[in-house]
């Protein structure tokens, strides 16, 4: 699908703008996206994105002028919003799977805009062709794992400057504590998933401690959330 210059919100655009479908051959320039996007504890190793493409992830890159500036992937599974025990108990689990027969979820494990490239409205796009690729394989649930870095704060990561937010940081330890998530106005104290929500009108599920074992911003929670896609 081609998404040529469609613009952000405010107006600008980039130029020359296309979806791929990611494959091995773009093994450098994925590894080298991931590199500039995370933080060091968040970043999917070479080893690790290639077997997921050997697992045949549905892996969708953007490109300006033929520079690779963002990309989503996810993978089938299945989903139940009721059933929290089902469900993996961190992002290795979410994410570094094969397909699982009888799906009828994707749970998207990446999504990523490279810095400079930001404020484009580069994952749009992408969320517009994952949704696609998602609905054509019969999937009723898109399913992401949000990070929160708001809960320790990015600044010295390098590549980001999510500020510590207290109370953020007060309502996640208290939904840990009781099992109940915060309410949405303290969720959207984080700018992710402020984001998460503006965007996709989300459902927030749950709060998952020791998601992201090695990313110390989010004090390694995971925040799930889904959409829910009924077949017409
Ligand atoms: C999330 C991401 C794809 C958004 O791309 P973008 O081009 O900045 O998106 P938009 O311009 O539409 O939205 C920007 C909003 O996202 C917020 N945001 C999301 N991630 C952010 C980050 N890592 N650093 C700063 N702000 C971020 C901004 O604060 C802004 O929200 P606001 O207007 O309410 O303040 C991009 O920031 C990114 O790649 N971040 C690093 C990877 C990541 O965190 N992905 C999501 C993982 S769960």
């Known amino acids: 699908m081609s998404l040529r210059n469609i613009s952000n919100p405010a107006g600008s655009s980039l130029p020359d703008v296309r979806t791929i479908e990611l494959t091995l051959a773009d093994l450098d320039r994925m590894v ?14 070479r080893e690790v994105i290639a077997r997921r493409l050997e697992m045949d992830h549905g892996t969708i890159g953007l490109e300006t002028n033929g520079e690779l500036i963002g990309m989503v992937a996810s993978r089938f599974a299945r989903f139940d919003p009721d059933d929290r025990d089902a469900f993996p108990a961190n992002h290795d689990a979410f994410a570094n799977q094969p397909h699982e027969p009888g799906h009828n979820a994707a749970f998207v494990y990446t ?10 409205g580069v994952p749009q796009q992408l969320m517009l062709a994952g949704r696609k690729y998602t609905l054509d394989a019969g999937c009723y649930y898109v399913v992401g794992d949000a990070r929160c870095a708001s809960y320790n704060g990015s600044e010295n990561t390098g590549t980001e400057r999510i500020r510590q937010n207290p109370r953020f940081q007060a309502a996640v330890r208290e939904a840990v504590k009781t ?7 303290e969720l959207i104290r984080d700018p992710v ?15 998952i401690p020791d998601y992201f074992p090695d990313d110390e911003p989010s004090g390694g929670h995971g925040i799930i959330f889904y959409n829910e896609y009924p077949p017409e």
């Open 32 to 45: 080298e996206l991931e590199r500039a996007t995370w933080p060091p504890g968040m970043r999917a190793s």
């Open 111 to 120: 999504l990523q805009a490279l810095p400079v490239a930001r404020g484009y």
């Open 179 to 185: 099992g109940q998530l915060p309410a949405l106005e």
């Open 193 to 207: 998933l402020r984001f998460y929500h503006r965007v996709l009108m989300c459902t927030f599920a749950w709060v």
